[in-house]
T-cell receptor, first 111, second 114 residues
Framework: GESVGLHLPTLSVQEGDNSIINCAYSNSASDYFIWYKQESGKGPQFIIDIRSNMDKRQGQRVTVLLNKTVKHLSLQIAATQPGDSAVYFCAEKAAGNQFYFGTGTSLTVIP | EAGVAQSPRYKIIEKRQSVAFWCNPISGHATLYWYQQILGQGPKLLIQFQNNGVVDDSQLPKDRFSAERLKGVDSTLKIQPAKLEDSAVYLC????????????FGPGTRLTVL
């Protein structure tokens, strides 16, 4: 199967600081990537996506960076807030249009 | 806009029993997905429907899992008989069309098999 993994299972940041969550993927043919946020007891919520023909995409307080050379994806959250505390997943769309999710990183924001 | 609805939210059964989960996608969404999320892991796709046809069920354990979407709207996922390792959250998601469209997830059904 495909391998989508995260470098760190947990991350703690101080409120107001910037957060960076990393993700490594294994399939160089993957052409679409998504970051999801999952709060306890809820389903994953779409945050931001990026296609393989881009290396950066910005949203509101979030930026996704894609480095296809090393097959690495990152999610940057600016001015992290307590409401950002959740598990963050990256997902890739591989051959056959199937999405593969990583294990997830648990982000804790310290007030 | 109403989100993806799932029921029940929680289910506890004994091994070898059967169980069914229900999903109502966002109105007008043609594509529906069922995922299995084991504790501490990311969701794993079980089956994908486009309207009432199956697009991908390569990771569905067909000896015990089945799913249908008869009228291209609601869907049910069934497990018969259940095993201990089926304990997980079962997530339903929908998207408006092609697989690169945003998937909207329901709250999931947490299944515990004893």
């Amino acid at each position: 199967g495909e391998s989508v993994g995260l470098h760190l299972p947990t991350l703690s940041v101080q409120e107001g600081d910037n957060s960076i969550i990393n993700c490594a993927y294994s399939n160089s043919a993957s052409d679409y990537f998504i970051w999801y946020k999952q709060e306890s007891g809820k389903g994953p919520q779409f945050i931001i996506d990026i296609r393989s023909n881009m290396d950066k995409r910005q949203g509101q307080r979030v930026t996704v960076l894609l480095n296809k050379t090393v097959k690495h994806l990152s999610l940057q959250i600016a001015a992290t807030q307590p409401g950002d505390s959740a598990v963050y997943f990256c997902a890739e769309k591989a051959a056959g249009n199937q999405f593969y999710f990583g294990t997830g990183t648990s982000l804790t924001v310290i007030p | 806009e109403a989100g993806v609805a799932q029921s029940p939210r929680y289910k506890i059964i004994e091994k070898r029993q059967s169980v069914a989960f229900w999903c109502n996608p966002i109105s007008g969404h043609a594509t529906l997905y069922w995922y299995q999320q084991i504790l501490g892991q990311g969701p794993k796709l079980l089956i994908q429907f486009q309207n009432n046809g199956v697009v991908d069920d390569s990771q569905l354990p067909k000896d015990r899992f089945s799913a249908e979407r008869l009228k291209g709207v609601d869907s049910t996922l069934k497990i018969q008989p259940a095993k201990l390792e089926d304990s997980a959250v079962y997530l339903c998601a929908s998207s408006s069309g092609p697989t690169t469209d945003t998937q909207y997830f329901g709250p999931g059904t947490r299944l515990t098999v004893l």
